[in-house]
T-cell receptor
Framework: DAKTTQPTSMDCAEGRAANLPCNHS???????VYWYRQIHSQGPQYIIH???NNETNEMASLIITEDRKSSTLILPHATLRDTAVYYC??????????FGPGTSLSVIP | DTAVSQTPKYLVTQMGNDKSIKCEQN?????MYWYKQDSKKFLKIMFS???????INETVPNRFSPKSPDKAHLNLHINSLELGDSAVYFC?????????????FGEGSRLTVL
């Protein structure tokens, strides 16, 4: 059973920030939020993960609400190469990674 | 150097044949996985091995048999191929089990059964 819900698809203008939401209202205290993306049938690529605090790396920022029931992945300056399916996953460090349908992000010139 | 490499990248074969897909990771990870992505694009986990020991075996037909000769390799052998086995198969690896971290995926092996 899916632990997360994401919009099916989103558009974003090139150069603008892409904000991808994810709801995980049943998340438990020891579950992390992970984000992956898959560019056109390539292998999925890890983006970022977090537990409670907001996280930032060279690819993206992850904002987790205080109650941890939702999060947002932010790509600060989207490029055409960011067009991909983005997966939000909730799991403990021992759980297997289960992919849902994800959000198909289209970056438009 | 490719971190997780799979061979072959493409495989076209007839129904009833037996085929293998090989996977190797040079990341020093303990855990390896096989995922299947069908035509509907859903990624489903099939197997997971931790240090050569099978730890996850989803509801996969017995025709699929993973083999891990060492912790850097996880091969997938498929007997009596069926049309429904056509998919892209992804190998992945991760560091020590129980430590929060990411999966590293290979580029996939596209299997077409005619």
């Amino acid at each position: 059973d899916a632990k997360t819900t994401q919009p099916t698809s989103m558009d974003c203008a090139e150069g603008r920030a892409a904000n991808l939401p994810c709801n995980h209202s049943t998340i438990s205290g020891n579950e992390y939020v992970y984000w992956y993306r898959q560019i056109h049938s390539q292998g999925p690529q890890y983006i970022i993960h977090g537990l409670k605090n907001n996280e930032t790396n060279e690819m993206a920022s992850l904002i987790i609400t205080e109650d941890r029931k939702s999060s947002t992945l932010i790509l600060p300056h989207a490029t055409l190469r960011d067009t991909a399916v983005y997966y939000c996953i909730v799991k403990t460090s021992y759980d297997k990674v289960i992919f849902g349908p994800g959000t198909s992000l289209s970056v438009i010139p | 150097d490719t971190a997780v490499s799979q061979t072959p990248k493409y495989l076209v074969t007839q129904m009833g044949n037996d085929k293998s897909i090989k996977c190797e990771q040079n990341l020093g990870h303990d855990t390896m996985y096989w995922y299947k992505q069908d035509s509907k694009k859903f990624l489903k986990i099939m197997f997971s091995y931790n240090n050569k020991e099978l730890i996850i075996n989803e509801t996969v037909p017995n025709r699929f048999s993973p083999k891990s000769p060492d912790k850097a390799h996880l091969n997938l052998h498929i007997n009596s191929l069926e049309l429904g086995d056509s998919a892209v198969y992804f190998c992945a690896s991760s560091p020590v089990r129980g430590v929060a971290g990411e999966l590293f995926f290979g580029e996939g092996s596209r299997l077409t059964v005619l």
